[in-house]
């Protein structure tokens, strides 16, 4: 998947539907597959996945918002911004948002004038990872004003400051029903194996505390039973207040600054842009343990984490 060309499209665009991102998705996956020299056929249904994979990360990495106020059935790209955050050599500032050749070059040229050291890394699926290196954050704040774009100190934390933690729901929390119709797909979230299962709108109903999804088509909906009420929340906040203190969910590595967790466990959408921000990369999933790890993750920032999950840090 050409990735690069997918966000410089949809920087020219601004924003637009679901149908027309996951158009453009398959179109560029298709040319890639027409170039591929193995010419491997794609399994049914995987550009469907592409399109969602592509969309999650280009919202982890701050380019693209997707189904948000203003753009509610579809997606906006963000304004240019560098992302400013300390790291043990001094400050780093991440490129995000909407991207032009003459962009890049600008603020290129600027941050090398300015004495900045400019990395520009490669990640398989998500377009160019483009980040900045000073001794001061006001070197880094200067490379902004002079070419025109925005700028967030401290940007993961700034970014958690905002969220709330995810506690159950309280009683006076207004409460949801389940999907009528037929056709729907239901599981339940196993607490105990981290991993979903087969359920029905029967034990859905009964059950005093479970999180279920329904799904029907390209629509999830998500519902935590708990205390016998029927709450309808999103998936990750649905989830980490079902797993209220479970221990062993997130580990960190203080000595490496490394941040994991279950991959079936992902967490809130802006919760995990602040982690992804400390690194600017997306997160790599291992699948002999299952987990996610994200990279540089300052020690304040994974206890901060740690905290609106309302988890225990091993």
Same mark, same amino acid.
């Given at each position: 998947? @050409?990735?690069?060309? =997918?966000?410089?499209?949809? /920087? ?32 049914? $249904? ?11 990360d ?17 997606w906006?790209?963000?304004? %240019? ?27 290129r040229? &600027?941050?090398? &004038? ?10 398989? $699926? ?9 001794k ?14 925005? /700028?967030?100190?401290?940007?993961? =934390?700034?970014? =958690? ?10 009683? @006076?929390?207004?409460? /949801? ?9 239901? +599981?339940?979230?196993?607490? =105990?194996?981290? $991993?979903? +299962?087969?359920?029905? +709108?029967r034990?859905?109903?009964?059950? +005093? ?5 329904f ?16 709450? @309808?929340l ?26 994991? !967790?279950?991959g079936s466990?992902? %967490?809130?959408? !802006? ?6 921000l400390?690194?600017?990369l ?7 343990? /299952?987990r ?20 225990? !840090?091993?």
């Amino acid at each position: 998947m @050409k990735a690069n060309e =997918l966000l410089l499209w949809l /920087s020219a665009r601004r924003e637009g539907s679901r149908q027309q991102f996951r158009a453009a998705v398959e179109e560029l996956h298709s040319a890639d597959n027409d170039s591929a020299e193995n010419g491997t056929a794609e399994a049914e $249904g995987d550009e469907f996945w592409l399109h969602q994979r592509l969309r999650l990360d280009l919202e982890r990495l701050a380019h693209v918002e997707f189904f948000v106020a203003g753009c509610e059935e579809g997606w906006r790209v963000t304004p %240019p911004m560098l992302a400013i955050h300390p790291v043990v050599t001094g400050f780093r500032a991440i490129l995000c948002g909407a991207r032009s050749p003459a962009l890049l070059e600008r603020v290129r040229r &600027a941050a090398e &004038a300015l004495g900045c050291v400019c990395e520009i890394l490669v990640c398989d $699926g998500v377009p160019d990872v483009i980040r900045f290196v000073a001794k001061d954050s006001s070197t880094l704040l200067e490379v902004a004003t002079q070419t025109g774009i925005y /700028s967030q100190l401290d940007a993961p =934390l700034a970014i =958690l400051s905002h969220l709330p933690p995810c506690d159950p729901p309280s009683r @006076k929390r207004s409460q /949801s029903e389940f999907p009528e119709g037929a056709g729907w797909w239901i +599981r339940e979230f196993d607490a =105990l194996t981290l $991993g979903w +299962r087969k359920s029905d +709108r029967r034990h859905a109903q009964s059950a +005093r505390t479970g999180l279920f999804e329904f799904h029907l088509y390209d629509r999830w909906d998500y519902f935590l039973r708990w205390a016998g009420g029927t709450f @309808k929340l999103p998936r990750a906040v649905a989830l980490y207040a079902l797993l209220h203190h479970h221990r062993g969910l997130l580990r960190y590595a203080e000595q490496t600054r490394e941040l994991s !967790l279950p991959g079936s466990c992902r %967490p809130p959408r !802006l919760l995990e842009r602040a982690l992804v921000l400390c690194s600017g990369l997306p997160p790599l999933f291992n699948p002999a343990t /299952s987990r996610l790890t994200y990279a540089d993750v300052p020690p304040d920032i994974a206890r901060f984490a740690a905290e609106l999950l309302r988890q225990p !840090l091993a």
